[in-house]
């Protein structure tokens, strides 16, 4: 098994080691390919802008023969570049893999569909190309010796010209590494009640989350708040779901957190379905109490 | 402007039929919602010339989907669109990715277009790779994740939505674009759209009138994701009691 890693991080180096066989990293500058030394068998360096899927893709595919697997993180420009090579190569493309295994020529993986309600494993030959869905490879990738090549002349005019980059503003919010999140939704119904779950959060020593309407339709948060299948995967100790219906796209989101509660008014809400331990009750009279009682219950 | 749109017949996944397994021949096809913001740009789009759209049929029993597949794709048609391509063959079931955009490139060289539209992925699979793979099959190039899209003398204008920044990027046409759900509200179509839209064609295609030919299969197998949770209600009592429960129960599990 010979293993083009696109995008490395340990993650990804992580799940491909476990494969066995080469690693090779494909990276895009001298220094990333110093941080990366010992960690990869080769490590390819092509000096263009990782930012361009066009680029990249032309990259993977002047690199790729001699490997049997490209493997990439679940970036939506690393989906874009994994689509590309993928039709080049006449190769499947797994996305958002949650566990993977070679044999004898075929490679096995699962992965969430049908809007998370479902696990499928699929059964694609070599070669192939895979992304790993965040957060479920956890390991250290063996320490190797690395050597490092150039991917020489690799002819891209890209043909999509990036005109402006803009960050979005970041805040100090890191839902993805939360022990605990108190999460909002439509039940609110004004901003300014939002802050409620603000101070839940902060006597709880939590983060708020939010689900898509919040975010997208009403923007009463930024989007680093927003959980679910477009939004961020979360894996807190305590999700703690207010005001939300529970729709399976929102789930998807917090399939792996540890234990689930929910509050809604409606008795029958889907939410209900998918929590450990759920109150039926009018958040505007429970939140609150909660804030309250609990830090009074941490002030001891 | 000629605009082709990916228009995907999907499962729906909010009424999948589960036994023991997922039961795809019963779970009933609607358009992948984000699909509708696509149909949606190219209304918008088309100016006086014409917008249509490509389906793929992937799922059987072949007879049974055709007809949903012809129902949903009434409702693109009543978006808006002008015509739809139905490409349906026994080939295409279970068809790899490789052969589906094989397929639909296939139509988009038979019709023409100077810009097709898509939505960033599907509700049933959600694997976002058909517009770079329909993209690397014409040949042209992909602008993903659009949330803003502007024509401007033979070119497109872009705002593509990323994890943490915001690009604006501009490609020649013709052009492959992915759009998100923020770039648009799509319209509900009226009862006379509704009406119209049953006029309008519906054309079925085999791979033998696109005069190409397709083997690869992929081979998977689902299972019902069963979520394992306590599901313990508090319904009983005032709210300071509800909440002195609740806190009790988090306290045991020892999470707060
Ligand atoms: C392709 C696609 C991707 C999507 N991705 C995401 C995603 O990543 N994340 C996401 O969250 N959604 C996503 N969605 C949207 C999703 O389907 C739902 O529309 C959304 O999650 C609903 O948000 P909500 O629960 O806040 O609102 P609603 O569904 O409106 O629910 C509000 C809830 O609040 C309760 N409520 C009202 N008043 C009170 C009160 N006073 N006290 C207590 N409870 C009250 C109501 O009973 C109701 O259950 C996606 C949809 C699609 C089609």
């Given at each position: 098994?010979?293993?083009?890693?696109?995008y490395?991080?340990?993650?990804?180096?992580?799940?491909?080691?476990?494969?066995?066989?080469?690693i090779?990293?494909?990276?895009?500058?001298?220094?990333?390919?110093?941080?990366?030394?010992?960690?990869?068998?080769?490590?390819?360096?092509?000096?263009?802008?990782?930012?361009?899927?066009?680029?990249?893709?032309?990259?993977?595919i002047?690199?790729?023969p001699?490997?049997?697997?490209?493997?990439?993180?679940s970036?939506k420009?690393?989906?874009?570049?994994?689509?590309?090579?993928a039709?080049?190569?006449?190769?499947?493309?797994?996305?958002?893999?949650l566990?993977?295994?070679?044999?004898?020529?075929?490679?096995k993986?699962?992965?969430?569909?049908?809007?998370?309600?479902?696990?499928?494993?699929?059964?694609?030959?070599?070669?192939?190309?895979?992304?790993?869905?965040?957060?479920?490879?956890?390991?250290?990738?063996?320490?190797?010796?690395?050597?490092?090549?150039?991917?020489?002349?690799?002819?891209?005019?890209?043909?999509?010209?990036?005109?402006?980059?803009?960050?979005?503003?970041?805040?100090?919010?890191?839902?993805?590494?939360?022990?605990?999140?108190?999460?909002?939704?439509r039940?609110?119904?004004?901003?300014?009640?939002?802050?409620?779950?603000?101070?839940?959060?902060?006597?709880?020593?939590?983060?708020?989350?939010?689900?898509?309407?919040?975010?997208?339709?009403?923007?009463?948060?930024?989007?680093?708040?927003?959980?679910?299948?477009?939004?961020?995967?979360?894996?807190?100790?305590?999700?703690?779901?207010?005001?939300?219906?529970?729709?399976?796209?929102?789930?998807?989101?917090?399939?792996?957190?540890?234990?689930?509660?929910?509050?809604?008014?409606?008795?029958?809400?889907p939410?209900f379905?998918?929590?450990?331990?759920?109150?039926?009750?009018?958040l505007?009279?429970?939140?609150?109490?909660?804030?309250?009682?609990?830090?009074?219950?941490?002030?001891? | 402007?000629?605009?082709?749109?990916?228009?995907?017949?999907?499962l729906?996944?909010?009424?999948?039929?589960?036994?023991?397994?997922?039961?795809?021949?019963?779970?009933?096809?609607?358009?992948?919602?984000?699909?509708?913001?696509?149909?949606?740009?190219?209304?918008?789009?088309?100016?006086?010339?014409?917008?249509?759209?490509?389906?793929?049929?992937?799922?059987?029993?072949?007879?049974?989907?055709?007809?949903?597949?012809?129902?949903?794709?009434?409702?693109?048609?009543?978006?808006?669109?002008?015509?739809?391509?139905?490409?349906?063959?026994?080939?295409?079931?279970?068809?790899?990715?490789?052969?589906?955009?094989?397929?639909?490139?296939?139509?988009?060289?038979?019709?023409?277009?100077?810009?097709?539209?898509?939505?960033?992925?599907?509700?049933?699979?959600?694997?976002?790779?058909?517009?770079?793979?329909?993209?690397?099959?014409?040949?042209?190039?992909?602008?993903?994740?659009?949330?803003?899209?502007?024509?401007?003398?033979?070119?497109?204008?872009?705002?593509?939505?990323?994890?943490?920044?915001?690009?604006?990027?501009?490609?020649?046409?013709?052009?492959?674009?992915?759009?998100?759900?923020?770039?648009?509200?799509?319209?509900?179509?009226?009862?006379?759209?509704?009406?119209?839209?049953?006029k309008?064609?519906?054309?079925?295609?085999?791979?033998?009138?696109?005069?190409?030919?397709?083997?690869?299969?992929?081979?998977?197998?689902?299972?019902?994701?069963?979520?394992?949770?306590?599901?313990?209600?508090?319904?009983?009592?005032?709210?300071?009691?509800?909440?002195?429960?609740?806190?009790?129960?988090?306290?045991?599990?020892?999470?707060?």
């Amino acid at each position: 098994m010979k293993t083009l890693v696109v995008y490395p991080n340990k993650e990804l180096l992580y799940a491909a080691s476990t494969l066995g066989g080469e690693i090779t990293a494909l990276v895009f500058s001298q220094k990333e390919a110093e941080a990366l030394a010992g960690k990869a068998h080769r490590i390819l360096v092509a000096e263009i802008d990782p930012k361009s899927p066009d680029a990249v893709a032309e990259a993977v595919i002047k690199a790729f023969p001699g490997h049997d697997l490209v493997m990439l993180p679940s970036t939506k420009n690393a989906r874009t570049v994994g689509g590309l090579i993928a039709q080049r190569l006449g190769a499947e493309f797994l996305t958002d893999v949650l566990s993977l295994r070679a044999e004898g020529g075929v490679i096995k993986a699962e992965r969430y569909v049908f809007g998370n309600k479902a696990v499928a494993t699929v059964e694609a030959q070599l070669p192939a190309v895979v992304s790993i869905a965040l957060g479920r490879f956890q390991g250290e990738p063996p320490t190797v010796q690395s050597i490092v090549e150039r991917v020489e002349e690799v002819a891209i005019a890209p043909k999509v010209k990036i005109l402006s980059v803009e960050e979005k503003p970041r805040g100090a919010v890191k839902l993805e590494e939360a022990e605990i999140i108190v999460s909002v939704g439509r039940g609110f119904k004004k901003k300014e009640d939002l802050q409620m779950a603000f101070e839940l959060a902060k006597v709880l020593g939590g983060q708020v989350g939010c689900s898509r309407p919040i975010a997208a339709d009403l923007k009463w948060l930024p989007e680093e708040h927003w959980v679910g299948l477009s939004g961020k995967k979360v894996k807190p100790k305590l999700y703690l779901a207010i005001g939300i219906s529970g729709q399976p796209q929102h789930i998807a989101g917090i399939l792996d957190s540890r234990i689930i509660a929910a509050i809604n008014n409606d008795p029958s809400a889907p939410i209900f379905q998918n929590a450990d331990y759920g109150v039926v009750e009018d958040l505007y009279k429970i939140v609150p109490i909660l804030i309250n009682k609990i830090s009074k219950l941490k002030a001891k | 402007m000629k605009v082709a749109v990916l228009v995907k017949t999907a499962l729906d996944t909010g009424q999948l039929r589960v036994r023991d397994t997922v039961v795809i021949e019963e779970t009933p096809f609607k358009i992948s919602d984000i699909d509708r913001n696509a149909i949606e740009e190219a209304v918008k789009l088309k100016g006086q010339d014409k917008a249509y759209g490509v389906t793929v049929v992937k799922w059987g029993p072949l007879q049974k989907k055709i007809q949903e597949a012809e129902n949903v794709l009434r409702e693109a048609l009543a978006m808006g669109l002008d015509e739809v391509y139905l490409v349906v063959d026994e080939k295409l079931l279970n068809a790899s990715h490789t052969a589906t955009a094989k397929a639909i490139a296939a139509v988009i060289k038979k019709v023409g277009a100077d810009i097709v539209l898509a939505g960033e992925a599907t509700v049933d699979n959600f694997t976002g790779q058909i517009p770079a793979r329909v993209a690397a099959e014409l040949g042209w190039p992909v602008v993903t994740y659009v949330r803003e899209l502007k024509i401007e003398g033979g070119r497109v204008v872009a705002k593509r939505d990323l994890e943490d920044h915001v690009e604006v990027v501009e490609a020649p046409l013709p052009v492959v674009v992915s759009v998100t759900r923020e770039i648009n509200q799509p319209r509900i179509p009226t009862l006379l759209a509704i009406r119209a839209a049953m006029k309008k064609p519906i054309n079925k295609l085999t791979l033998a009138d696109l005069g190409i030919d397709i083997t690869p299969k992929i081979s998977a197998s689902y299972r019902p994701l069963v979520i394992q949770r306590k599901k313990i209600i508090i319904k009983d009592g005032t709210p300071e009691e509800k909440a002195e429960k609740l806190i009790q129960y988090l306290r045991q599990e020892g999470v707060i």
